[in-house]
């Protein structure tokens, strides 16, 4: 099993900056992606970054995704944030757990809110 715990979430002005962070742990043979989506009231959860395939269009240019394979955790920088990246963020990760298994994992999600 595999559990991924996010932190860093929490309250910005417009314009300002946050950085989650997500760390993978259990039993892990290699990790082949890890992505944040996100989820705001009244829509469909939705991919914001990719380590393997890149940014939504809404956020490119603003987020950056990075990954320490030492540590099996990834980063979401968020810079000029904005009302409309408020939404809970989570962690997700394709993860070979056996040389014959490969299984998907979420995290438990962590509120980003953006507002003055």
């Known amino acids: 099993q595999v559990q991924l715990v996010e932190s860093g979430g929490g309250l910005v002005q417009p314009g300002g900056s946050l950085r989650l962070s997500c760390t993978a742990s259990?039993?892990?043979?290699?990790?082949?992606?890890m992505a944040w989506y996100r989820q705001a009231p009244g829509n469909q959860r939705e991919l914001v970054a990719s380590?393997?395939?890149g940014y939504a269009a809404s956020v490119k240019g603003r987020f950056t995704i990075s990954r320490d394979n030492a540590k099996n955790t990834v980063y979401l920088q968020m810079n000029s944030l904005k009302p409309e990246d408020t939404a809970v963020y989570y962690c997700?990760?394709?993860?070979?757990?056996?040389?014959?298994?490969?299984?998907?994992?979420w995290g438990q999600g962590i509120q980003v809110t953006v507002s003055s």
């Open positions: 259990g039993t892990i043979y290699w990790i082949n992606d």
């Open positions: 380590i393997t395939t």
């Open positions: 997700a990760a394709n993860v070979r757990t056996s040389y014959a298994r490969t299984s998907d994992y």
